[in-house]
């Protein structure tokens, strides 16, 4: 544990009231962990003279409906209650009890999540690599196993239900050759050893799978979904899985996707794929997954008329209405792959018939590999708040969206993320990006909650410092996502990135590639024409109002700008700057802020424990290095294509 300590749950200055006593009937795998939480964080606390209060947790005899399952009541008094209708509700109660007091923001309150599916996938693969991860190894496998000191996955257990998170997916949506066995003994019963623990803080399992599993591992010469035998396999596989796991959670599946087997390969479709493995999943109450990344990423990039952003939308919208009812549709925030900006999926809105998920990324892939600072609360606010003038609310924004279709109030909808998580000692690699692993818990519970609010209460809750200290970094966090756009690719264009490792500045990285990212800048101007006019028609994926603002390029966002169409680089943006002078201001701006964090960094040294200093400045060094590597690349290269200067006269390398 004490190598782990290094996170919110560990700050030793909990309580500020010294609470005397706690009563806590039942005896449950939760409410054995409530009992142990409470130890745990009355032996952190500091003791002061009086005794103000008991804490009593009342799981409640009559149920109160308006608190479902999850939610809890904390009536703070001389004696305070945490009362719900679960154990879990109780344990959330207590985790938001602890966490106002980190807060110094005690009051009475009501909490019931806003989604009712909070979860997590890491890619994390059996041989102890996690895709895409930046923050050390698998805390889930080593050496073609799963691991045998299970403590940091009890310590990620206990972190996890404390911002509300309740599902998680342990290995990679890539399920190669030894993976696909997790099914199977003897790895499942050690599968089912980490369920228990996730168990014990309301936190369900899941597993990617396989589609080919009955080929790989069945015997079979099929995986086609409509077949007897193939159906017979999955039947089987799933009643042994829930003999050992009873509250197995169910499958994530990438079919059909960057070569991973799926249903197109027997001449079926993704409903028939999914619905298939909902069918064994059905009895036992789990669910599938079903990932809509799926694109064709054997382009050819002289091909002008296939856009990668109309795939997702081109694959499902057609098959809306024909999932079971326990299929869920995940849905990737953008219609290409998490960059730093890019539109929000058309998918959102437009299925009504289906269960759907929206998936973030939390591992830094295109963010900076955990190197850069980027806090991701400001990214998935602006999602959640993204307008789809679908008629369920006044602007039908994403978080309204994902409570109401295919009827209202729907159990199976909410938000997942790709967790990034590793055994660094701090799980995430940069400290900073803990906030990130925190707000993504705290907006996924309630995609309400302020972006400032949540980077302050993850400061509170995880340093001993001066205000001043705690403002600078905050100041950090909240300006870091635009920092890192701003030396980056610029205006929604994507990519730029060195091919497959996604971290440092290429500009034509993928431009002559197979993946549909391109941006194809020429002499006269750059970006991608998306339009349906003259261009791909993609922004006819989304409904009128939002097909008219994206068609137009005079209501275009300017963010977005590259993105739906192609420009001169003399365009006027509605900041009045030109497209070519936006770009090498923002990327002197973007070198200049991290400069700027270097300085406050070491302004707070002293405030800091030295692993938490010395953590973040390496890490703005190599932020700083890269940046500087960034602009110095996009804007050498913009003037050579241009041949216009930078109106400010500052160095471009020529
Ligand atoms: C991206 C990423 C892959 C990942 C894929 C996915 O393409 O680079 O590593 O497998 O997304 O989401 O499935």
Redesign the pocket.
């Known amino acids: 544990m004490q190598k782990y300590d290094n996170c919110w749950l560990n700050k030793d200055t909990f309580f500020n009231k010294n609470y005397e006593s706690y009563i806590l009937h039942g005896d449950c795998d939760i409410t054995n962990s409530i009992h142990k939480e409470v130890g745990y964080f009355l032996s952190l606390r500091q003791v002061y003279e009086e005794n103000l209060a008991d804490l009593v947790f009342k799981k409640l005899e009559q149920q109160d409906s308006s608190l479902g399952i999850e939610g809890f009541k904390i009536d703070i008094g001389k004696t305070t209650y945490i009362s719900s209708n679960t154990p879990v509700g109780l344990l959330y109660g207590f985790f938001k009890f602890i966490n106002l007091l980190q807060n110094d923001n005690l009051s009475s309150i009501v909490e019931i999540p806003k989604n009712s599916i909070r979860m997590l996938n890491h890619?994390d693969n059996i041989n102890g690599t996690v895709?895409?991860g930046y923050a050390g190894s698998s805390i889930f496998f080593e050496n073609n196993q799963i691991v045998k000191d299970k403590s940091v996955i009890y310590h990620y257990a206990r972190l996890l239900a404390s911002v509300g998170i309740n599902a998680v997916s342990i290995n990679?949506?890539?399920v190669h050759k030894i993976e696909t066995y997790l099914i199977r003994e003897p790895l499942l019963s050690c599968v089912s050893d980490i369920a228990y623990i996730f168990r014990k803080y309301g936190i369900k399992l899941y597993l990617s799978v396989n589609f080919a599993s009955p080929v790989e591992i069945g015997e079979l010469d099929t995986a086609d979904p409509m077949n007897e035998d193939v159906i017979n396999f999955w039947e089987k596989e799933t009643n042994r899985i829930y003999k050992k796991i009873p509250d197995f959670g169910g499958f994530v599946v990438?079919a059909d996707?960057?070569h991973r087997p799926g249903p197109f390969t027997y001449g079926r479709n993704h409903a028939d794929g999914a619905n298939m493995l909902a069918k064994a999943l059905q009895p036992h109450g789990g669910v599938v997954f079903w990932?809509c990344?799926v694109y064709n990423c054997e382009q050819d990039w002289r091909d002008r008329k296939t856009d990668r952003a109309k795939a997702a939308y081109d694959h499902f919208m057609p098959l809306d209405g024909s999932f079971d009812k326990n299929v869920i549709l995940q849905i990737?925030n953008g219609p290409m792959?998490?960059q730093v900006r890019e539109a929000v999926s058309p998918l959102f809105g437009s299925l009504r018939k289906t269960n759907t998920v929206l998936e973030f990324q939390i591992a830094h892939?295109y963010t900076g590999h955990a190197l850069h600072v980027f806090y991701l609360p400001s990214m998935y606010k602006d999602i959640l708040k993204f307008k789809t003038y679908a008629e369920v609310s006044k602007d039908g924004c994403i978080m309204d969206i994902l409570k109401h279709y295919p009827c209202e109030n729907n159990e199976l909808n909410g938000i997942t993320a790709?967790a990034g998580i590793g055994n660094d000692f701090n799980l995430t690699g940069h400290k900073l990006s803990q906030a990130n692993l925190y707000g993504f818990g705290r907006l996924a519970w309630n995609p309400k909650t302020c972006k400032s609010e949540i980077a302050k209460q993850w400061i509170n809750s995880t340093f001993n410092i001066n205000e001043n200290a705690k403002n600078i970094i905050k100041d950090i966090l909240i300006t870091s996502p635009q920092t890192y756009e701003n030396y980056t690719a610029p205006l929604g264009v994507g990519w730029m990135v060195n091919i497959y490792t996604?971290y440092g500045p290429s500009v034509n990285g993928y431009e002559f590639d197979r993946w549909g990212t391109y941006h194809f800048s020429d002499r006269n101007g750059m970006g991608v024409d998306r339009t349906l006019k003259t261009g791909t028609g993609y922004t006819r994926q989304y409904l009128d109002k939002n097909f008219e603002i994206f068609e137009n390029i005079d209501t275009c966002p300017d963010e977005l700008l590259l993105f739906f169409h192609y420009v001169p680089y003399t365009h006027i943006l509605k900041s009045g700057k030109t497209v070519i002078q936006h770009i090498y201001d923002t990327h002197f701006e973007g070198v200049e802020k991290v400069e700027e964090y270097i300085k406050k960094w070491n302004e707070i040294k002293e405030e800091l424990d030295i692993v938490s200093f010395k953590n973040v400045k390496n890490r703005l060094q190599e932020q700083y290095r890269s940046a500087k590597e960034w602009r110095d690349q996009i804007n050498t290269y913009y003037y050579r294509m241009s041949g216009i200067e930078d109106e400010k006269g500052r160095t471009i390398y020529k």
């Open positions: 890619w895709e895409r990679n949506v890539n990438k996707s960057e990932r990344f990737k792959d998490f892939e790709v996604h």
